[in-house]
């Protein structure tokens, strides 16, 4: 069964470093996510990419954060300086759909644990 | 804004008994409703959700949920558990508008016990 894979699984960076998580959804899905889930707390929604451009972004997704389709198959998720409060599983999630809608079947994957020291 | 409310972090249940996970949500619309598990060192997996018709859905692994409104409730329930159950519990709630897809609650660690 296709599955959208992250790497790294884990990563630690200290303070102030520039992190980039990586992610390949499944081949034809269309809208890509990133959320993230601090220990302990909710899963979080970060922001929603489609047609190469950010549809939709929570107020956690600041100015420190970008993300990038480069290549039509990676879709990675860029932080610029990292900070201790950013430790936390990092999932990347696609849908195959050309239109969301909001019974759509969301994809995630296992996940990337930052460690930030 | 909707939310979810997952009562307990953690539910320790014995092989063979009855799992429940509890979910309560809030919306001002009709929602859609989503479970989702995390099996140690795997992703987010559906395992079943409520969008129209039937309230009570039957997902994979023997689970099921039933949506009740007056309730605004959404429980996870499995009649025995099985060793393998034992995972990370997510509900989830969509919001009718925009792209931002799903409202997680915090997650209910299940541990099933020999």
């Known amino acids: 069964e296709p599955e959208v894979t992250q790497t790294p699984s884990h990563q630690v960076t200290q303070m102030g470093q520039e992190v980039i998580l990586r992610c390949v959804p499944i081949s034809n899905h269309l809208y890509f996510y990133w959320y993230r889930q601090i220990l302990g707390q909710k899963v979080e929604f970060l922001v929603s990419f489609y047609n190469n451009e950010i549809s939709e972004k929570s107020e956690i997704f600041d100015d420190q954060f970008s993300v990038e389709r480069p290549d039509g198959s990676n879709f990675t998720l860029k932080i610029r300086s990292t900070k201790l409060e950013d430790s936390a599983m990092y999932f990347c999630?696609?849908?195959?759909?050309?239109?969301?809608?909001?019974?759509?079947?969301?994809?995630f994957g296992e996940g990337s644990w930052l460690t930030v020291v | 804004a909707q939310s979810v409310t997952q009562l307990g972090s953690h539910v320790s249940v014995s092989e063979g008994a009855l799992v429940l996970l509890r979910c309560n949500y809030s919306s001002s619309v009709p929602p859609y409703l989503f479970w989702y598990v995390q099996y140690p060192n795997q992703g987010l997996q559906l395992l079943l959700k409520y969008t129209t018709g039937a309230t009570l859905v039957k997902g994979i692994n023997g689970f099921e949920a039933e949506f009740k409104k007056s309730e605004t409730s959404f429980h996870l329930t499995k009649p025995s558990a099985h060793m393998s159950d034992a995972a990370e519990y997510f509900c989830?709630?969509?919001?009718?508008?925009?792209?931002?897809?799903?409202?997680f609650g915090k997650g209910t660690r299940l541990s099933v016990i020999a």
């Open positions: 999630a696609s849908i195959s759909a050309r239109v969301y809608r909001p019974g759509n079947t969301i994809y």
């Open positions: 989830a709630v969509s919001e009718n508008s925009g792209n931002t897809p799903l409202v």
